[in-house]
């Protein structure tokens, strides 16, 4: 008997973890379309382990940030029209080029500032919008291009769910304190002060973090404050999703944790200063539709989210800190006091113990569900 054909699939997705993992309803949505595809996801080395555990992921293949002419020219050619369908959700250079070559039809995003020809490659193409449309909605108008109806769901990775033994049985909430960028940082001082003022609220208070050595150090400072479980660098991507799927609540910055966090449906805050919320607020576990979670300004609410946004007219300013590069500063985080952060917690304590409704956040981002 003649095995049936199984369609093969690259998605395409060279940048960073939060961008991968905000591909994955894309990825969700081609398996619905098509259970028995093959569906290969591109990244970038060191992005593979959101991916970890993925359910609608049959191989990741992982390329260099950099390679020589000669590598790079063999990778391609072992690329070479390898997939009926290659499609990214991202709009660089790089991304089309691997849809050209690897894909037999193509699709795919470009900006208005793109090369002609580098917009050419792909077969077809949406212009991306990077101010009004939320990076999942983003992505999956791709899928419109394809004909494949949408799903929603952000899929978090997984290494298994066990969490360390460390923790016991006692209620805990997890900080992740460290961003990538400085300009996205909360003060330290601030970590410290919640750490220690959620210690006082009953919780037990769990840090995690990556391995790099001034993220340790960082994230050691905090812990060495307060009675704190520290788990900086020694968790996986996974497995920290794992953590956060069996705590109470999780804080953090605009960082991919913090998509991780929102993806599991905990009670996520996210600390929000100079970045565009609609385009990257953390989406929700029970939002379904194209519309993205978020106003641009101010604080607020949708499903299990609390976007938590620095005050000042200029926020979001959408740039790198007040001086416009990726070590600077924010004023308006600078300014975030542990007291705003705090009354949220307690809104989400009361709730969770079944007090009165008139202590959930004032504004909600979207009411309808």
């Not at 960028?181 to 001082?189: A, D, L, N, R």
């Not at 840090?207 to 790099?212: A, I, K, N, V, Y």
């Amino acid at each position: 008997m003649k095995t049936p054909y199984r369609k093969q699939y690259l998605v395409v997705c060279t940048l960073r973890i939060g961008d991968v993992l905000l591909t994955t309803p894309v990825i969700r949505a081609i398996r619905e379309a098509d259970p028995a595809a093959t569906i290969d996801v591109m990244v970038l080395r060191g992005m593979e382990g959101v991916l970890e555990g993925n359910p609608d992921v049959d191989h990741i293949r992982i390329v260099p940030h950099r390679a020589g002419f000669l590598a790079r020219l063999k990778e391609l050619s072992l690329l070479w029209r390898r997939y009926d369908v290659a499609l990214t959700t991202v709009s660089s250079d790089r991304a089309r080029w691997y849809c050209f070559v690897a894909g037999k039809r193509s699709a795919g995003l470009y900006n208005a500032h793109s090369a002609w020809l580098s917009t050419r490659l792909l077969g077809k193409r949406l212009l991306f919008d990077d101010l009004h449309t939320h990076t999942v909605s983003m992505g999956l108008k791709v899928l419109d291009l394809l004909g494949v109806a949408k799903q929603y769901r952000v899929i978090p990775p997984t290494a298994g769910g066990a969490i360390p033994d460390v923790l016991g049985k006692k209620p805990y909430v997890v900080l992740h304190p460290y961003p990538k960028f400085s300009y996205k940082m909360w003060p330290q001082t601030n970590w410290m002060a919640l750490a220690h003022a959620l210690g006082l609220e009953g919780f037990q208070v769990v840090l995690t973090g990556g391995p790099d050595v001034e993220e340790r150090q960082y994230v050691d400072a905090i812990a060495q404050a307060g009675d704190a479980i520290n788990l900086c660098g020694t968790l996986s991507l996974a497995q920290t999703a794992d953590l956060l799927a069996q705590a109470t609540l999780f804080v953090g910055p605009d960082t991919g944790v913090t998509h991780i966090a929102a993806s599991v449906g905990i009670p996520t805050l996210a600390l929000f200063g100079p970045s565009n919320p609609v385009k990257w607020g953390p989406w929700p576990s029970s939002h379904a539709r194209d519309e993205s979670p978020w106003h641009m300004k101010g604080s607020q609410r949708s499903g299990n989210v609390i976007l938590i946004q620095g005050e000042g007219a200029c926020v979001p300013c959408r740039e790198e800190g007040c001086e416009k590069h990726r070590t600077s500063h924010s004023q308006c985080l600078d300014e975030l006091s542990v007291g705003t952060v705090m009354r949220e917690i307690k809104r989400i304590k009361a709730m969770q113990s079944g007090l009165s409704p008139a202590l959930a956040p004032a504004r909600e981002a979207n009411p309808h569900p």
